[in-house]
C-alpha cells in the first residue's frame, strides 16, 4: 500500500472506492467461466418457450419478462416500491444488528450472562420467523411496524448467534495477553473479542441479510400496500408471471447487493486477513 | 523483586471413564527473585512451568500460596473450605478474578509477557500493537501525565526500531516472518519499559541463527535498562539448556511431572558478557544435562 492511498480524499477516493467495489462485486459475472454458463441458460429460457417446448403462459421468455420490468418501472412505479421496502428492510437491520450484536458479545464474553439468557434465545429461536406473522399481524396490526419486526426477528437470531459463537471462540492467548498489559473487559470487547470474531459476525451478517429478505417478501404478501412483497403477492392474485419474475429478480437482485456490500467492508475492514 | 512462597497449583479434569480426576501442575514451589536478574525455568516438557509462569503474570490464581511483587499480591489464591468458595463465587459473579477492571485500564503490576507463540494481534499493524500497550499503560496515570499519540507513536516506533524493525511499522504480523513476529512481541513488552518481563519459551519457534541474536539483542537491552538504573527482572521458560544457562544468572530446574516443583537452583556466576564456549559456561550446562538425563533415566522414581 503506497502512501497516495491514505492521502486521496473526496470525490476522487469515492471514486476509487466505487471502481473497487464494483470490480469486487461484478468480477465473477465477468469471468470466462460464468459467461460461459450464464449464455447458454438466458438462450435457453429465451427460445425454450418461444419455440414452444415450454407452455410460454407458465415460463414467458426472457424479452417478455425484460419489456414488464421497463413497464412496471413506467407505469407501476417500481422504483418506489423498492424504495419503500429497502426503507423498512434498512430500518429492521439497523435494529436487529444493533440488539443482536451488543447481546451476543455479552453472552460470549460473560458465563454469567450466558447462564441468564442463552436459554431464552434457545427457546424462542427455533420458532420460524413466519410462524411470528399472525400475532404480529395482530398486536402491530398492518403496517410498517410489523414488516419491520418481521424481518427484525428474522435477521436477529442468525447474528445473535454467529456472533455469540465467535466471541466465545476468542483465543484465550490474546486474552491474557492484553490482561497482562493492564486491558480492562470493556477494552477486551472493543479491541480484541470484536476483532477476532469479525469474520464470524460480517458472516452472520450475511445470513441476516438472507432471512430478512424472506421475512420481507412474506411480511409484505400479507399485508401492506408498498413494497416488492407486494407486488409479487398483487401478481399471484392476477395471475400475472412476468410480474411475479421481474419481483422475484429484483428481490434476488437486492440480496445479492446487499451481500456484496457487505464483502466489500470485510475487505476493506479487515486488510490483516489479506497477506495471508 | 518476586517472592513465590509454596505455590501449588492443582487441576480437575476429566479422565477417559468419564471421571473427575485431580493433576498437580505445580507442587509448592517457593522462589525469590530479586531485582534485575534473569531466572530461567527449566524442565521437561509437562513439568508446570509454563503454568508457574502464568501463575507469576497473575493469569492463573495459585490453589495454594501466594505471589507478591514488591511485596503486593499478585491474585488472591483460590480458596480452600467450601464456605469460602462459595463467597470467591459470588464476588467474582460477574467478572473473572484475572479481570483488570469492567471499563478502566489499569495493570495490576508492572508486568509485560511474551508468549510462547507471540500473541501479537493479527489485526493492528506492527504499530498499532506497540500503541496498543503502550495506551493501556498510560491509562493509569493522571490525565496530565498522559503521552498524546504523537509521542505514543513517536516511542513505538523507537523500540520498533531497537529491535531491528524499522520500516516494517505498517505491516500486519501476517506479513513478518517468524522471527520479526518474534521481535514485534519482544519490543512491544519493552516498550511498556516494565520492571518485570516473563517469557514463555520466546525463542523457540525461530531458527538458531535468529535466536542468537534476540537473545544478544535480549541482553543488550537489559543491560541498558540496567545502566539507567531501572533494572529489569527477567523470568525465561525454557527447553534449551544453553540458552538457559548463557542468559541467566540463575537457573532453575523443575523436576518432571506432573507436579512439577524445584528440583535444582543453578547460579550461574560467570560475568557479562559472556562467550558461548566459555569453559565455565559449558561445565554448567553439561552438569544440568546430567541432571536432566538422571531425571528421564529415573522417571519411574517420580510416578506413584
Known amino acids: 500500500m503506497t502512501d497516495d492511498d491514505y492521502e486521496t480524499r473526496g470525490i476522487r477516493r469515492l471514486l476509487r472506492e466505487l471502481g473497487g467495489f464494483s470490480k469486487n462485486a461484478l468480477g465473477n459475472f465477468f469471468s470466462l467461466e460464468f459467461l460461459a454458463l450464464l449464455l447458454p441458460l438466458l438462450l435457453l429460457w429465451e427460445f425454450l418457450p418461444r419455440a414452444g417446448l415450454i407452455p ?37 437491520f439497523g435494529l436487529a444488528v444493533a440488539l443482536a450484536v451488543p447481546i451476543g458479545m455479552l453472552m460470549g464474553w460473560n458465563q454469567k450472562v450466558r447462564a441468564f439468557i442463552l436459554p ?24 410498517s411496524s410489523m414488516h419491520i419486526f418481521l424481518m427484525s426477528i428474522g435477521i436477529f437470531y442468525p447474528v445473535l448467534f454467529n456472533t455469540y459463537q ?8 490474546y486474552l491474557a495477553s492484553a490482561r497482562v498489559f493492564g486491558a480492562s ?21 450475511k445470513t441476516g441479510v438472507a432471512m430478512g429478505l424472506v421475512m420481507l417478501v412474506i411480511g409484505e404478501a400479507y399485508g401492506g400496500r ?51 | 523483586m518476586i517472592e513465590a512462597r509454596s505455590i501449588s497449583k492443582f487441576f480437575s479434569l476429566v479422565n477417559e471413564k468419564g471421571l473427575a480426576e485431580g493433576l498437580t501442575a505445580v507442587l509448592n514451589v517457593s522462589l525469590t527473585i530479586p531485582d534485575g536478574r534473569i531466572v530461567s525455568l527449566l524442565g521437561p516438557s509437562g513439568c508446570g512451568k509454563s503454568t ?38 459470588r464476588r467474582y459473579r460477574f467478572i473473572s478474578p484475572l479481570a483488570n477492571g469492567v471499563f478502566t485500564d489499569r495493570p495490576k503490576h508492572d508486568i509485560a509477557m511474551i508468549f510462547q507463540d507471540y500473541a501479537v494481534f493479527p489485526w493492528m499493524t506492527a504499530l498499532q500493537n506497540v500503541v496498543f500497550v503502550l495506551r493501556l499503560r498510560s491509562a493509569g496515570k493522571r490525565r496530565s501525565d498522559r ?29 513478518l516472518s517468524g522471527g520479526m513476529r518474534q521481535r514485534l512481541a519482544l519490543a512491544r513488552a519493552l516498550s511498556v519499559e516494565p520492571k518485570i518481563i516473563l517469557m514463555d519459551e520466546p525463542f523457540a519457534a525461530v531458527d538458531a541463527l535468529q535466536r542468537e541474536r534476540l537473545q544478544d539483542d535480549l541482553l543488550y537491552l537489559w543491560e541498558e535498562a540496567k545502566g539507567n538504573a531501572s533494572p529489569i527482572i527477567i523470568v525465561m521458560v525454557s527447553h534449551d539448556v544453553p540458552e538457559a544457562v548463557y542468559l541467566s544468572d540463575e537457573v532453575v530446574i523443575f523436576s518432571p511431572g506432573p507436579g512439577g516443583t524445584v528440583r535444582n537452583r543453578i547460579p550461574v556466576d560467570v560475568p557479562r558478557p559472556r562467550a558461548r564456549t566459555d569453559p565455565e559456561i559449558v561445565a554448567i550446562q553439561e552438569r544440568i544435562f546430567a541432571i536432566l538425563q538422571y531425571d528421564i533415566n529415573q522417571e519411574s522414581m517420580y510416578t506413584i
Not at chain 1, 434457545?122 to 410462524?131: D, E, H, K, R, V
Not at chain 1, 392476477?238 to 429484483?250: A, G, H, K, S, T
Open chain 1, 56 to 92: 410460454e403462459s407458465l415460463l414467458p421468455p426472457l424479452s417478455t419478462v425484460a419489456a414488464t420490468f421497463w413497464d412496471m418501472l413506467l407505469r407501476r412505479s417500481l422504483v418506489l416500491h423498492i424504495l419503500y421496502s429497502l426503507g423498512r428492510f434498512f430500518i429492521a
Open chain 1, 120 to 143: 431464552l434465545w434457545q427457546l424462542l429461536a427455533p420458532i420460524p420467523p413466519p410462524a411470528w406473522v399472525p400475532m404480529t399481524i395482530i398486536i402491530f396490526g398492518i403496517g
Open chain 1, 166 to 173: 465467535g466471541i466465545k471462540d476468542t483465543d484465550p492467548r
Open chain 1, 185 to 205: 473487559e470493556f477494552t477486551l470487547l472493543r479491541k480484541v473479542y470484536f476483532w477476532h470474531a469479525f469474520g464470524s459476525i460480517i458472516m452472520s451478517l
Open chain 1, 226 to 276: 408498498m413494497g416488492i412483497g407486494f407486488l409479487l403477492g398483487q401478481a399471484k392474485d392476477y395471475f400475472l408471471i412476468p410480474e411475479m419474475m421481474v419481483c422475484m429478480m429484483v428481490t434476488g437482485f437486492i440480496g445479492w447487493f446487499l451481500i456484496e456490500i457487505l464483502k466489500y467492508v470485510e475487505l476493506k475492514l479487515a486488510i490483516w486477513k489479506v497477506g495471508r
Open chain 2, 52 to 89: 508457574f509462569l502464568e501463575i507469576l503474570a497473575g493469569l492463573q490464581a495459585p490453589t495454594d500460596g501466594e505471589i507478591r511483587i514488591d511485596g503486593r499480591l499478585v491474585l488472591e489464591p483460590l480458596p480452600s473450605t467450601r464456605k469460602e468458595m462459595e463467597e470467591y463465587k
Open chain 2, 147 to 175: 503521552p498524546s499519540r504523537a509521542e505514543m507513536e513517536e516511542k513505538a516506533g523507537f523500540y520498533l526500531s531497537k529491535v531491528g524493525l524499522a520500516g516494517a511499522e505498517n505491516k500486519y504480523p501476517a506479513q
